[in-house]
């Protein structure tokens, strides 16, 4: 089992950041297919960012792509992602998620077995 902890989420004004941070705990060595998501009220959830421990390799939704950056700390086993340029349709519920999926298979569609609690992204305009 794993456990996930989402925080850093807040109020900003457009143009500010914030940087969400995820704790991960358990059987941690397991899943290193990791991602952020986001789900704002009315619509579906979005994959936002996704990236493999251990390999260089990220990828993100068109949507924040060059603006948020996803990064691990495997010392600390925290998953990060920082969020530059925000933009009133960033609000949303953010979450963090992990898999035990191999690297040809992590993707933002992949299926994520654990998940964690939310925090909250609002950007005012």
């Known amino acids: 089992q794993v456990q996930l902890v989402e925080s850093g989420g807040g109020s900003v004004q457009a143009g500010g950041s914030l940087r969400l941070s995820c704790a991960a705990s ?34 993100y939704a068109d ?35 992990a898999d035990r999926s191999a690297f040809r298979s992590c993707a933002l569609r992949t299926t994520f077995s654990y998940w964690g609690p939310g925090t909250q992204v609002t950007v005012s305009s």
């Open 63 to 97: 949507s924040v792509r060059g603006r948020f950056t996803i990064s691990q700390d495997n010392t600390n086993n925290t998953l990060y992602l920082q969020m530059n340029s925000l933009k009133p349709e960033d609000t949303a519920m953010y979450y963090c998620a």
């Open 26 to 59: 358990g059987s941690t060595y397991s899943t290193k297919c990791m991602a952020w998501f986001r789900q704002a009220p009315g619509k579906e959830r979005e994959g936002v960012a996704v990236s493999y421990t251990g390999v260089i390799w990220e990828a």
